[in-house]
């Protein structure tokens, strides 16, 4: 099992619509959670961290944690053309952040 | 603060030859990490220094060497480039809480 997984395939939303993205992890990688975002040609960008389980807002994002069934998801609320990019899932453990290799979302106006 | 500065931004090099990646954070931050991102196949680390003097190997060290000069710089150097060290090179450092911040990359291009 990798140590941080994304399944989901790219993801299109309506302009001001809600975008979910979801992302599980192993025993391996379980001490701390963070979503980035990659615009194309860029580097990626720190957008949320969480600690602890339940749910943590930011602004339109809201990363939530629930350590028992090993997964952490970001909520995007009205969703804005600049929310286009690829977002990357992080979980940290033996010194070094493991990425999921992302999911694309496309904000469709 | 600049946070992590990469040099150079763009380098085409030919097959066997040799070059170093330069990387800087002013940040304070004990712990620094190079990676390369392929299409498709996300970031994969190469090496990681997780405090001045110590390195270590990641997932994908082989062909590459690094050296921690101090505490803010940690280069990345290609003895022999082959054209499947083709790729995007972030170097990023960590903070505390874990946070990790990137630098700019470094495009490389081996014929």
């Known amino acids: 099992q990798k140590e941080v997984e994304q399944n989901s395939g790219p993801l299109s939303v309506p302009e001001g619509a809600i975008a979910s993205l979801n992302c599980t992890y192993s025993d391996r990688v379980s001490q701390s959670f963070f979503w980035y975002r990659q615009y194309s040609g860029k580097s990626p960008e720190l957008i949320m961290s969480i600690y602890s389980n339940g749910d943590k807002e930011d602004g339109r994002f809201t990363a939530q944690l629930n350590k028992a069934s090993q997964y952490v998801s970001l909520l995007i609320r009205d969703s804005q053309p600049s929310d286009s990019a690829t977002y990357l899932c992080?979980?940290?453990?033996?010194?070094?952040?493991?990425f999921g290799k992302g999911n694309q979302v496309v904000v469709i106006p | 603060n600049a946070g992590v500065t990469q040099t150079p931004k763009f380098q085409v090099l030919k097959t066997g030859q040799s070059m170093t990646l330069q990387c800087a954070q002013d940040m304070n931050h004990n712990s620094m990490y190079w990676y390369r991102q392929d299409p498709g196949m996300g970031l994969r680390l190469i090496y990681y220094s997780a405090s001045e003097g110590t390195t270590d190997k990641g997932e994908v060290p082989n062909g590459y060497n690094v050296s921690r000069l101090n505490k803010r710089e940690f280069s990345l150097r290609l003895e022999s480039a082959a054209p499947s060290q083709t790729s995007v090179y972030f170097c990023?450092?960590?903070?505390?809480?874990?946070?990790?911040?990137f630098g700019p990359g470094t495009r490389l291009t081996v014929t």
């Open positions: 990023a450092s960590i903070n505390r809480e874990y946070e990790q911040y």
């Open positions: 992080a979980a940290y453990g033996n010194n070094r952040l493991a």
